[in-house]
């Protein structure tokens, strides 16, 4: 339901980004749609990000409620 809110609150669709060791916090994502954006290393980490985004539907205008 809140993937499906946050598509009705925007017309740009939703970004997360996950560590890269989070395999469950992957596998989550990428079943409800979102696909890989970027992978980033912050100064000083050695476990990098990955940005992942989940388009809004085709048509979709968004609302705002």
Excluded: C, M, W
């Amino acid at each position: 339901r809140s993937l499906a809110r946050g598509l009705q609150l925007s017309n740009e669709g939703i970004e997360t980004h996950i560590l890269a060791t989070n395999e469950d916090g992957l596998r989550f994502a990428k079943a409800h749609g979102f696909t890989e954006v970027e992978t980033y290393l912050l100064p000083g980490d050695t476990i990098p990000f990955i940005e992942l985004r989940l388009e809004p539907p085709l048509g979709s205008t968004g609302r705002r409620p």
